[in-house]
């Protein structure tokens, strides 16, 4: 059964840095596009940031752009997400998820909601 599992969240004080990583089993990430969201509560699911498959071309929302990196290992089939400079803001479960079809999102690739998805590892920022 094709799979991915998130790890790598925690608790950390405003400023701070956590990696998450996610490994999947049963697919291949070189030829899915990749990405993380996240969810807090009461808020809708948000993208987070995204990579694709054949060119590594990356999006990140605006909330992150300059503090978080994504990158993938697909010879591992494993994706990372590098938090730096974290907000209480950020607080969030954060979700992987793959799919082999693209979906554009204002200006780059995100995997399709049809995609595979894990559990979710919690982040939570303090102040």
């Known amino acids: 059964q094709a799979q991915v599992a998130e790890s790598g969240g925690g608790s950390v004080q405003a400023g701070g840095s956590l990696r998450l990583s996610c490994t999947g089993s049963?697919?291949?990430?070189?030829?899915?596009?990749m990405g993380w969201f996240r969810q807090a509560p009461g808020k809708e699911r948000e993208r987070v940031s995204c990579?694709?498959?054949?060119?590594?071309?990356?999006w990140y929302s605006d909330s992150v752009k300059g503090r978080f990196t994504i990158s993938r290992d697909n010879a591992k089939n494993t994706l990372y997400l590098q938090m730096n400079s974290l907000k209480p803001e950020d607080t969030a479960m954060y979700y992987c998820?793959?799919?082999?079809?693209?979906?554009?999102?204002?200006?780059?690739?995100?995997?399709?909601?049809?995609?595979?998805w894990g559990q979710g590892t919690r982040v939570t920022v303090s102040s």
């Open positions: 998820a793959a799919s082999s079809s693209l979906s554009w999102y204002r200006g780059g690739y995100c995997p399709t909601d049809d995609g595979f």
């Open positions: 990579i694709t498959s054949t060119d590594g071309r990356t």
């Open positions: 049963g697919l291949t990430f070189g030829t899915n596009v």
